[in-house]
């Protein structure tokens, strides 16, 4: 049994359930047969595009989020790697300083000049090594700016030069590709 409230025929024309706009059926109106089985087979097309529809969208959808898990994964093993070897080029060019040091310390009774030649060869190396790994040495001339970035004062001296600017190297410092890796310890001229 129909009640006016769900009864199709009550709905006024303007408060249209369907989304596209199309218009209610009327369905105290008798369908002729041909007509019923006309739009059957349409509705049942419609249904079966938007099943196909769906379906592809899904499986985009599905291979879309494989493939962004397998790039996520992918650079979380590449950074992985990357900070388990990355000292490897840096290693592998200070071999040669070890190599260096290790000659030197098996032969005990050399006599101090070939050992301090032994010594200078071996720093030559250690700085190419360095200077290799981007690894550069902060030692400023004097009269040079005092620089807080890449010095550090260690006292202030009186001297006959422009205050605040570097007298002496007391210990070099090293950048790595422009950062401090150790300021340069200096003594600073005083103000007069």
Request: negative net charge.
């Amino acid at each position: 049994m129909s009640t006016p409230e769900n009864d199709p025929r009550s709905i006024p024309p303007d408060a249209n359930p369907f989304v596209d706009g199309a218009a209610m059926p009327d369905l105290s109106a008798a369908a002729a047969p041909g007509e019923a089985e006309a739009a059957a087979p349409s509705l049942a097309q419609r249904l079966a595009e938007l099943e196909a529809r769906h379906t592809e969208v899904s499986d985009a959808y599905l291979r879309a989020k494989a493939e962004a898990e397998n790039t996520r994964r992918r650079a979380e093993e590449d950074v992985s790697k990357a900070r388990k070897y990355a000292v490897e080029s840096f290693a592998e060019s200070l071999l040669p300083v070890m190599d260096s040091m290790q000659a030197a310390i098996a032969m005990p009774d050399a006599k101090v000049e070939t050992v301090l030649e032994g010594v200078h060869a071996t720093l030559r190396q250690l700085s190419q090594a360095l200077e290799r790994n981007k690894v550069i040495q902060i030692a400023p001339p004097a009269g040079t700016k005092f620089d807080p970035h890449q010095h550090q004062a260690i006292s202030m001296v009186p001297a006959e030069q422009d205050a605040n600017t570097v007298v002496a190297v007391l210990q070099k410092g090293y950048l790595i590709n422009d950062r401090v890796l150790r300021p340069a310890l200096v003594t600073v001229a005083a103000p007069k």
